[in-house]
């Protein structure tokens, strides 16, 4: 396992990286480059050491030349000054108002999310460092980890460009016997049929085998032999390891059954994180949340109810949208009834996905159609492979 002495000595990023080539130099890594000769072709990595296993989209990489959007999706600003990139990653002003105002966001984002954490931010900011490396041009940019609670199990999310342009997938694949079987494939609108999918999926079946060979490789080095899962940020054609870090705890719960789910009116999907410790599940107040943009916080009569409730009760469980960090903020959140992978992936919901202690993805348009009032209790099991949900009488 990698010490936090480790970590802080030279950053998450950069310490798992050296690690990976001094254990297997023919694992390729993007070329480290110093930070006085950031440049065209240059990536500026955020390399906190908290980002192993947390900090989940707060800091930003920046590569040089980056365009810089308003609201409206129109370019404010190109990055190409080294030291304003740094001044960008580290919440500092550059002096362009609109690019501030983007900054102050994330900025007031970050000391939200350390407060959560009950951490400090300027303590936060003064261990931050930054890990400059050559981009790698690659056709497609990725996400693999091994499913937490499914031995076997691996779950693979790609951007790039397919047979027809840049398309988000994602695969849950499992391995027996040593033969690689998809099982569900969805873009960001939801799950589609497998032949349907690879149509225009920047990856195929055998991509995909050689992805899952390539993160094992990585996988199977020592310090990665803990009782985790770990996440490994790739880039494919060509194939290099860009991240890897720590996802959630194993914990093998096949051995546990639901005895109500095949009663009427029971939601369910394949795709769950966690075990609930009892054998007939948790009942919990279901709270409905509404859009969650950024570190969830009030928005003006939005999100009003769904936050006044959530500090009315000890654990809850609740239909989320397109949120980020909610554990953080609301520390009572015990489970969260998430939409389609791909797309909650591709949103942001890393942090819930590793850190809350259920997570249902593909439950949102089910739990629309039973149209549960907020504070209803409900009842939820999870063997960490399928999940399910019933109102509770």
């Not at 370019?75 to 919440?91: G, K, N, S």
Request: include cysteine.
């Amino acid at each position: 396992m990698f010490t936090v002495e480790e970590l802080k000595e030279k950053g998450a990023k950069r310490a798992v990286l050296e690690y990976i080539t001094s254990e297997d130099p023919s694992i390729p890594i993007p070329e480290p480059v110093a930070e006085e000769d950031i440049g065209e072709g240059v990536i500026v990595r955020s390399d906190h050491w908290r980002e192993f296993d947390s900090f989940e989209g707060i800091f930003d990489s920046v590569e040089v030349g980056r365009k810089v959007y308003n609201h409206s999706v129109e370019v404010i600003a190109r990055l190409t000054d080294p030291q304003q990139i740094l001044d960008v990653m580290h919440f500092r002003d550059i002096g362009n108002l609109e690019v501030d105002r983007k900054t102050e966001y994330m900025r007031n984002s970050f000391e939200r999310y350390c407060k959560g954490m009950g951490l400090d931010p300027e303590q936060v900011m003064s261990e931050f460092r930054v890990f400059p490396q050559r981009k790698i041009d690659s056709r497609v940019r990725g996400t693999i980890f091994s499913h937490p609670n499914v031995p076997g199990r691996y779950i693979v999310y790609a951007d790039g460009n397919g047979p027809q342009g840049d398309y988000n997938v994602s695969f849950t694949i499992d391995r027996k016997e040593g033969e690689l079987t998809p099982l569900v494939g969805e873009n960001v609108n939801g799950i589609i049929p497998l032949d349907m999918l690879l149509t225009v999926s920047p990856i195929n079946p055998d991509d995909l085998t050689k992805i899952i060979q390539f993160y094992e490789r990585v996988n199977s080095l020592p310090k990665f032999q803990d009782e985790f899962s770990y996440m490994m940020e790739f880039t494919f054609d060509p194939t290099y390891v860009l991240q890897m870090r720590r996802f959630r705890k194993t914990e093998d719960g096949s051995s546990l059954t639901c005895s109500w789910k095949d009663e009427k009116g029971v939601a369910a999907t394949d795709l769950a994180f966690g075990v609930t410790e009892q054998q007939e599940g948790i009942v919990l107040p279901f709270l409905n949340a509404q859009m969650l943009i950024g570190i969830p916080q009030r928005w003006e009569g939005m999100n009003d109810e769904f936050f006044d409730l959530a500090a009315k009760h000890p654990q809850f469980a609740y239909r989320s949208s397109d949120d980020y960090h909610t554990k953080v903020i609301l520390p009572n959140a015990y489970a969260a009834l998430g939409g389609n992978f791909c797309h909650s992936f591709h949103h942001g919901t890393l942090a819930n996905m590793a850190h809350l202690p259920i997570y249902f993805s593909g439950m949102n348009h089910a739990i629309d159609s039973m149209n549960i009032p907020s504070e209803t209790p409900v009842r939820l099991f999870s063997n960490g492979k399928e999940g399910y949900l019933k109102i509770e009488k």
